[in-house]
């Protein structure tokens, strides 16, 4: 019986040292900031610092690829981003995370509303889930590189299924000022 009690205050106080070791506020501000990545733009920023780095590696099939350094400079991306995309709403889905301190790799599903507008479909609002594993370096609380995978292709493709076998829909509101409508 001693030897039990025994084993059970070193499985206690290894477990009270593993919760105390900070991967666990790693974690949570991690989770703070994927979920920020929705359009909660000042939340977002207050994990930046003037040298925070984001990047995505597989963005090139929407261009050069994505690199801007400091809060301004990337904030100003997602915005532009947003609003040239037709993006309504992102709903991140966490999977799972790895947290080795000061790293936690994140894997998610961002669940994007939008406007079909760059899709040549104004009048449609689409869904569509993009696979992303993301990358972040923090230093304390902040966000100092933010490195990106996005499963860009296989989404495009699901939205062009997806516009085409939409039955045509009134103009959402929403939708509006990307479509040109009235």
């Given at each position: 019986?001693?030897?039990?009690?025994?084993?059970?205050?070193?499985?206690?106080a290894c477990n009270v040292t593993l919760a105390n070791d900070g991967s666990s506020q790693l974690q949570?501000?991690?989770?703070?900031?994927?979920?920020?990545l929705s359009v909660d733009f000042d939340l977002q920023r207050s994990f930046y610092t003037d040298e925070t780095i984001f990047e995505d590696?597989?963005?090139?099939?929407?261009?050069?690829?994505?690199?801007?350094v400091g809060p301004d400079a990337i904030i100003?991306?997602?915005?532009?981003s947003y609003r040239d995309y037709g993006v309504l709403d992102v709903k991140p889905e966490i999977h799972d995370m790895i947290v080795q301190a000061p790293f936690v790799i994140v894997t998610y599903?961002?669940?994007?509303t939008a406007c079909g507008?760059?899709?040549?479909?104004?009048?449609?609002?689409?869904?569509?889930?993009i696979k992303v594993i993301t990358a972040l370096k923090f230093d304390g609380d902040k966000v100092v590189h933010h490195t990106d995978?996005?499963?860009?292709?296989?989404?495009?493709?699901?939205?062009?299924?997806?516009?085409?076998n939409l039955?045509?829909?009134?103009?959402?509101?929403?939708c509006e000022k990307y479509s040109g409508a009235q």
């Open positions: 019986m001693k030897q039990l009690i025994a084993i059970f205050i070193v499985l206690l949570e501000n991690a989770r703070q900031y994927v979920e920020s590696i597989t963005s090139e099939s929407f261009g050069p690829r994505w690199h801007y100003d991306f997602w915005q532009r599903t961002a669940h994007v507008v760059t899709l040549g479909h104004p009048n449609k609002v689409l869904s569509n889930p995978y996005g499963d860009y292709d296989r989404a495009n493709r699901n939205l062009e299924r997806l516009a085409k039955p045509d829909q009134p103009v959402d509101p929403r």
